[in-house]
């Protein structure tokens, strides 16, 4: 059995139905060893790191593994941004990148470069995966391929790639004779936490205006639920992170908001003026606690769930006290904590309920003087019209800057939507390729691509994939006309001098209808103003395949309420006035 052959059809095997390629000459025979193997397509996309980041958006929808292969050297280069968008958000991704003939590696040598298009691709990766490796014989790959899927899936997930030499690619092999992987010897262990649970459920029991902070690692939806309905039974309010914006209901009175530096006010006023903090599967990074760690919650009793030890030291050194530091996998914790739920108590925390629902009338995202503004659109507005249309079979994939956080800020989910990004990294161009990811891992739901002006030219190319493939797609770009969040940035810094950020600056300012037009992209007219609204996103919402409208936002447009640099989470500008602050203040005020 040739080689390729072989890794063709052990991504079928373990449920790969997608792999997002660009070809090239140390790439083909594993692309049409694919093509050839039954239950596994391709998808030839434009750029590599448009493969990558559709391979991502792909193991996020469907829970499972994505695919990317691509050729040596700048093949393997370009894909770099995407990897790192699985890197720090923990996705399970296997990057196959095709190197030259063993025979032409440099090896040991001091020479720069041996084969033509020769680059070390591992030591260029080993910082942005769970685990690279060079396959260089041919009596490796079946243990090679099972050890990197393990790695991926096991644990804190993440990206691992393969870099196969040409040659070995076009080798014979004899299957049943390959060395195979034992996974015994690579375990993942965390601590034993029976004890740690009576430590935390004390905690809880004690608790008058408790928060849970839900993140991404909570990951697979038996766990979601049963959390959930944790919290529901014991009246615990709780927040939700980026990465796990889209576990439960806006609407239910449980939920607090989002928090953090680009968040709304009311989830910030309960995480602040808790006295628990129960964080699971989330880091707490610094866009959540704020620049200043020591001032986050500062009042609360905290726990951590963390399936990643590291993530949970950094918190001594930063200047953050933790009650109790669970190193564990958030499933397995929650299970711990139902087993043990008749210890439990139940609590009356109704007036801690009511003191958030206030928060949350009187707070709200989109104000109604943004509503009356007489021309182009305010993205709130936009956000909550979009939120009202979209069934619950929906997917949002949303970009970067500020179209990511007037998302998560604006965006209210109901049962059953995904809003997807790329969290941490959060590059320009993402959402356009990550929506192809993501309609190919669940052809049935709606795919919703939010992108800006700046995001779309990153991977503008990828337009020429929707369109050959009739990938259908809904995108809205947010038309600011420049990088907003970068302008608001040199506004606070650098006088307002818009340099590289403005059209009046060096950035150019392209007609998108008529490149959508060139690549046999549909599009409706432009949303100029409120009253286009609901009609234009409604005929985008119900067209028929790939659709694009572009909304002509409110020059100057910026995000709201923000976080100034120094200041604790729950005094965000602009800020409220003093007296009206310290109304919503139960702690003591910084």
């Known amino acids: 059995m040739k080689v390729s052959d072989y890794i ?16 090239g000459g140390c790439a083909v025979h594993i692309i049409d060893s694919i093509a050839k193997q039954e239950g596994i397509d391709y998808v030839a996309v434009q750029h590599e790191q448009g493969g990558a980041m559709a391979a991502d958006a792909y193991a996020r929808i469907s829970g499972d593994l994505g695919v990317a292969v691509v050729t040596s050297g700048p093949g393997a280069t370009n894909l770099l941004t995407g990897v790192c968008c699985s890197y720090y958000d923990s996705i399970p991704v296997l990057l196959i990148t095709g190197q030259v003939p063993k025979g032409q590696l440099k090896g040991k040598s001091e020479s720069r470069q041996i084969g033509f298009q020769e680059t070390d691709v591992v030591s260029i990766y080993e910082s942005v995966t ?3 490796k060079l396959v260089d014989d041919p009596a490796m790959v079946r243990y090679e391929l099972e050890k990197a899927v393990y790695i991926a899936r096991q644990g804190r997930q993440g990206p691992v790639l393969l870099d196969i030499c040409d040659d070995i690619q076009r080798e014979e092999i004899e299957p049943e004779n390959l060395d195979q992987f034992d996974a015994s010897d690579f375990l993942e262990t965390s601590d034993d936490n029976f004890s740690k649970i009576i430590d935390v459920i004390e905690l ?13 690692g909570v990951r697979s939806r038996n766990t979601i639920k049963k959390l959930h ?9 709780y927040t939700l992170t980026w990465a796990a914006m ?3 209901s806006h609407d239910n009175e449980l939920y607090v908001g989002g928090f953090g530096v680009t968040s709304g006010r009311p989830g910030n006023f309960a995480v602040q003026n808790a006295d628990l903090i129960l964080a699971i599967g ?13 001032t986050f919650a500062r009042a609360a009793k905290k726990i951590t769930v963390d399936i990643d030890i590291s993530e949970q030291t950094k ?31 139940r609590k009356d925390r109704q007036q801690w309920i009511n003191k958030i629902t206030e928060w949350k009338e009187r707070y709200p995202i989109c104000l109604d003087e943004y509503k009356e503004q007489p021309k182009n659109v305010n993205p709130y507005v936009f956000m909550k019209e979009l939120s009202f249309q979209s069934n619950a079979e929906t997917v949002v994939v949303t970009d970067c800057g500020s179209n990511l956080i007037w998302t998560m800020q604006g965006f209210s989910v109901n049962e059953g939507q995904r809003l997807v990004s790329a969290f941490n990294h959060s590059p320009m161009g993402y959402s356009l390729p990550a929506s192809i990811g993501a309609k190919l891992a669940d052809p049935a739901r709606k795919v919703v691509c939010i992108t800006g002006d700046g995001g779309l030219q990153i991977n503008i190319q990828e337009f020429a994939t929707i369109a050959y493939n009739q990938i259908d797609i809904k995108i809205f770009v947010l038309n600011n006309h420049g990088y907003g969040i970068i302008q608001g940035t040199q506004d606070a810094w650098l006088e307002g001098r818009h340099h590289a950020s403005d059209t009046g600056f060096g950035l150019p300012d392209p007609d998108f209808l008529k490149i959508a037009e060139a690549y046999g992209i549909e599009s409706v007219p432009p949303i100029r103003n409120h009253n286009e609204l609901s009609d234009r996103v409604d005929a985008v919402l119900n067209s028929k395949g790939p659709t694009l409208c572009v909304v002509e936002l409110e020059s100057g447009s910026q995000i709201m309420p923000k976080l100034l640099f120094g200041r604790p989470i729950e005094d965000s500008h602009p800020l409220l006035p003093r007296e009206e602050f310290e109304e919503n203040m139960i702690v003591e005020i910084i």
Do not use: W
């Open 315 to 345: 918190y001594a050194e930063l200047g953050m006290h933790v009650d109790v530091l669970v190193n564990s996998d958030s499933s397995m914790f929650v299970d711990l904590l139902k087993s043990n739920s008749e210890t439990i108590e």
């Open 246 to 248: 889209d576990y439960y």
């Open 130 to 132: 769970k685990y690279a």
């Open 282 to 294: 989330t880091r707490l990074d610094t866009h959540e606690v704020g620049s200043n760690i020591k």
């Open 229 to 237: 309905d944790i919290l529901q039974e014991y009246a615990i309010p």
């Open 8 to 23: 063709a059809a052990f991504l079928a095997k373990e449920g790969v139905h997608k792999a997002f390629v660009l070809t």
């Open 204 to 216: 809880i029991n004690k608790a008058e205006r408790p928060v849970a902070i839900v993140g991404g």
